[in-house]
């Protein structure tokens, strides 16, 4: 099956700092990335949707200048938490899709493992 | 509003069947999709059913009734690798995917 990778996979951090993380689908071209955040015990939280080469679609209640996502190549989706501050300690999921977001969903979304975020 | 039900925990035998329903009440209706999330992992992708019926994969089924706005996945002959959290996810009218807050299934020996 499609692989897709996310790094890095735990990060700590002090309050104030910034994070970036990248999400890479490594044996196909993913026109579109999804980032989630999973609190515990908690579902999928959908943050934001991306289009390679478009600007990010952001859900409701998700600041974009302080969740910045860049979608560069149809292989590699960075998402980077801005002035990070315990609250934004999450499990941060990337998931990347071979289609475009809006179409007909008639395969998966590939997850990449997670990155754990704790922010001090 | 757009609303996924489940189950939050259930308990099941090594090497019993367990079902976990999952009821929907979406804006529109483009698939059902059921994923299996270990604790600490992210999610990955069991099964996808569009038109109503039983869908089986070897040890998991997964069955959808549309006008019921109702699923539930089969496991069969437990194991305990089993153990995990077991996700519903409807891709709505504009194929965006709403997800359920997941089961957490517990299989004991």
């Known amino acids: 099956g499609a692989v897709v990778s996310q790094h890095p996979s735990w990060v700590i951090c002090k309050s104030g700092t910034s994070v970036k993380i990248e999400c890479r689908s490594l044996?196909?071209?993913?026109?579109?990335m999804f980032w989630y955040r999973q609190f515990p015990k908690q579902s999928l939280m959908l943050m934001a949707t991306?289009?390679?080469?478009?600007?990010?679609?952001?859900e409701q209640g998700v600041e974009k200048d302080k969740f910045l996502i860049n979608h560069a190549s149809l292989t590699l989706s960075t998402l980077t938490v801005t002035s990070a501050h315990p609250e934004d300690s999450s499990f941060y999921i990337c998931?990347?899709?071979?289609?475009?977001?809006?179409?007909?969903?008639?395969?998966?979304?590939?997850f990449g493992p997670g990155t754990r975020l704790l922010v001090l | 509003g757009q609303n996924i039900d489940q189950p939050t925990e259930m308990t099941a035998t090594e090497g019993a069947i367990v079902q976990i329903n999952c009821t929907y009440q979406?804006?529109?209706?483009?698939?059902l999709f059921w994923y299996q999330q270990h604790a600490g992992e992210a999610p990955t992708f069991l099964s996808y059913?569009?038109l109503d019926g039983l869908e089986e994969k070897g040890r998991f089924s997964s069955f959808l009734s549309r006008s019921k706005g109702y699923s539930y996945l089969l496991l069969k002959e437990l194991q305990m690798k089993d153990s995990a959290s077991y996700l519903c996810?409807?891709?709505?009218?504009?194929?965006?995917?709403?997800w359920g807050a997941g089961t957490k299934l517990i299989i004991k020996p």
């Open positions: 998931s990347a899709y071979p289609g475009l977001a809006g179409g007909p969903v008639r395969e998966t979304q590939y």
């Open positions: 044996d196909f071209q993913a026109t579109t």
């Open positions: 991306s289009n390679e080469g478009s600007k990010a679609t952001y």
């Open positions: 979406t804006s529109g209706f483009n698939g």
């Open positions: 059913n569009v």
């Open positions: 996810a409807v891709s709505d009218s504009n194929y965006q995917l709403i």
